[in-house]
Nanobody
């Protein structure tokens, strides 16, 4: 059984920063990539950023230059540093784990609210 747990969400003023963490545990036999997605009220879940086991990153255009993903392979942990936050960044942020083999896993989500 695999668990994915996010933490670090909260309420912040526009222009502020937050750091999200995601820890994966359980029977994991190799990770291809981990990433962050978000879903705002009334909208579909969208990609924020991903990082492969080799360190290759991918960012949505809306967060480039403001968000940074990083990863500790030894701990199956991924981080999302979010700077210069905007009200439109308000959403539930979900961590995604893509193993080398098998299904993907999702965390329960963490709320990020940016006030104007």
């Amino acid at each position: 059984q695999v668990q994915v747990v996010e933490s670090g969400g909260g309420l912040v003023q526009a222009g502020g920063s937050l750091r999200l963490s995601c820890v994966a545990s359980g029977r994991i036999f190799g990770i291809k990539a981990m990433g962050w997605y978000r879903q705002a009220p009334g909208k579909q879940r969208e990609l924020v950023t991903t990082i492969t086991s080799g360190g290759t990153t991918n960012y949505a255009d809306s967060v480039k230059g403001r968000f940074t993903i990083s990863r500790d392979n030894t701990k199956n942990t991924v981080y999302l540093q979010m700077n210069s936050l905007k009200p439109e960044d308000t959403a539930v942020y979900y961590c995604n784990l893509s193993p080398i083999v098998g299904e993907t896993y999702w965390g329960q989500g963490t709320q990020v609210t940016v006030s104007s």
